[in-house]
């Protein structure tokens, strides 16, 4: 899994990387816990409506959609695991071609909000 640094304001996060299929659905499925810092990143090639769902997650996630300019869309916030078939769905506002995954209110701590810029460098 390639990984990366991805910087929130003057806040540094290692990111797992989600640049294939496979990674993208299996994305942060059956972890039980991840860090204050850590988080993984979900890339597509172009701007399009995403939507993500927790099926088979065991902990709350902030999920965060990004334009190509890497600027906040729309935030899911402490978005919780899910518990029936069928699983709810969490859509990005309008395209997106990054899509974010925190902790489960993470976002909140850090203040992050739409309209923010987060900074990465990342090329397929």
């Not at 929130?8 to 640049?19: H, Q, S």
């Not at 699983?87 to 209110?105: F, H, I, N």
């Amino acid at each position: 899994m390639k990984v990366i640094p991805l910087f929130i304001g003057d806040l540094k996060f290692t990111v797992e990387v989600a640049d294939t299929d496979e990674k993208w659905t299996t994305g942060l499925m059956y972890r039980e816990y991840i860090a204050d810092d850590f988080g993984m990143l979900f890339v597509s090639r172009d701007e399009e409506y995403h939507s993500f769902w927790m099926k088979n997650c065991k902990i709350h996630l902030d999920i965060i959609f990004l334009d190509r300019n890497k600027q906040v869309i729309n935030i899911h916030a402490d978005v919780p695991p899910c518990t029936y078939t069928p699983c709810p769905s969490y859509p990005s506002d309008r395209p997106a071609m990054y899509v974010l995954e925190l902790r489960g209110k993470r976002a909140q701590e850090i203040n992050l909000k739409p309209g923010d810029v987060i900074s990465f460098n990342w090329k397929f």
